[in-house]
């Protein structure tokens, strides 16, 4: 079992930056394949980035969004600079039992509780 605590969520004015963090436990980190997910009020989670073998993201965020990860620190950080009024949601992070890239939410085997995420105008 793996559980995942996501941290560095809060309120920020438009064209700011955020550093969320993801901490897992277990010793299998590095084989695991992580994604960023989002739930804004009233809309359907969406997928925001991932990475496995490889990274991907959603076309709403590239180039402002970059994820990253700490295997020896069993951690993965999602940057988000220029952060925007639709940026607005709860973030999510979520683990695979395995190394492959997916914008599939379904696909995730463990989920964190979230972090909320405020861009005021």
């Known amino acids: 079992q793996v559980q995942l605590v996501e941290s560095g969520g809060g309120l920020v004015q438009v064209g700011g930056s955020l550093r969320l963090s993801c901490s897992a436990s277990?010793?299998?980190?590095?084989?695991?394949?992580m994604g960023w997910f989002r739930r804004a009020p009233g809309k359907d989670r969406e997928f925001v980035a991932a990475i496995g073998w490889s990274d991907d993201y959603a076309a709403s965020v590239k180039g402002r969004f970059t994820i990253s990860r700490d295997n020896a620190k069993n951690t993965v950080s999602l940057q988000m600079n220029s952060l925007k009024p639709e940026d607005t949601a709860v973030y999510y992070c979520?683990?695979?039992?395995?190394?492959?890239?997916?914008?599939?939410?379904?696909?995730?085997?463990?989920w964190g509780q979230g972090t909320q995420v405020t861009v005021s105008a």
């Open positions: 277990g010793r299998t980190f590095s084989s695991k394949g």
């Open positions: 979520a683990a695979l039992n395995n190394m492959r890239t997916t914008r599939v939410a379904n696909m995730y085997d463990y």
